[in-house]
């Protein structure tokens, strides 16, 4: 399995700021993921942190809005800018260590907690 | 469109009886099934899964069953006790990964001592 530290855990945020979200991973890995979760709501992926290149957006999700940067296999930062109330959410990091999922699994960070004022 | 289906919000279980909690999927490309089990203030924890070559996985109390057929999968857990208590998410992935997770909305269970 892979030990994933997230900062900040909480945070409240004024309307209009930006808030970067670091990822720590104890172990390379090949993929890691930037999920949401909205009260209520499903967890849905924001974004692909690619080690090297720029990070591949879901649908729905902009780079302005969400700047990812993976600089190396174990560690990569997601960025809310200019955030409003409707960003007020759980931000989890997940990681897969291996590119094939089968026999293997995804394992998530226990969420930063942002809260838009 | 929600690929992901978890049509209960909610489940009280008495302690020791059986669990079962349910997802459907729309897309018959998902060949990858995991279920999550999240606590409060938490991250999500892999729980178990499953691949569509298989109808059914067992770890200790968990069983995961799944009809391809009706793209169905169910969770079970026997006998449930009130650690269990948390929200469940089923989630499918394709091509066996290398594709991001599509997740439920949850199943709220609660064991009731």
């Known amino acids: 399995s892979a030990v994933i530290s997230q900062k900040p855990s909480r945070d409240i945020c004024q309307r209009g700021t930006s808030l970067t979200i670091q990822c720590q991973v104890d172990s390379q890995v090949t993929m890691m993921f930037w999920y949401r979760q909205q009260p209520g709501q499903s967890l849905t992926l924001i974004a692909t942190a690619n080690q090297g290149s720029e990070a591949t957006y879901e649908s729905g999700f902009v780079i302005d809005k969400f700047p990812i940067s993976r600089p190396n296999l174990t560690f990569s930062t997601l960025t809310v800018s200019n955030m409003s109330p409707e960003d007020s959410s759980i931000y989890l990091c997940?990681?897969?260590?291996?590119?094939?999922?089968?026999?293997?699994?995804?394992?998530f960070g226990e969420g930063s907690w942002l809260t838009v004022v | 469109d929600q690929q992901v289906k978890q049509n209960s919000p909610s489940l009280s279980v008495q302690e020791g009886r059986i669990s079962i909690l349910n997802c459907d999927y729309t897309n018959s490309m998902f060949d990858y099934f995991l279920w999550y089990k999240k606590y409060p203030a938490e991250g999500p924890t892999f729980l178990i899964s499953i691949s569509s070559i298989k109808d059914k996985n067992e770890d200790g109390r968990f069983t995961v069953f799944l009809n391809k057929s009706a793209k169905h999968l169910s969770l079970h857990i026997v006998p449930s006790q009130p650690g269990d208590s948390a929200v469940y998410f089923c989630?499918?992935?394709?091509?066996?990964?290398?594709?991001?997770?599509?997740f439920g909305k949850g199943t709220r269970l609660s064991v009731i001592a």
């Open positions: 997940s990681v897969q260590p291996d590119r094939k999922l089968a026999g293997n699994t995804i394992y």
């Open positions: 989630a499918a992935a394709r091509n066996s990964g290398n594709t991001p997770l599509v």
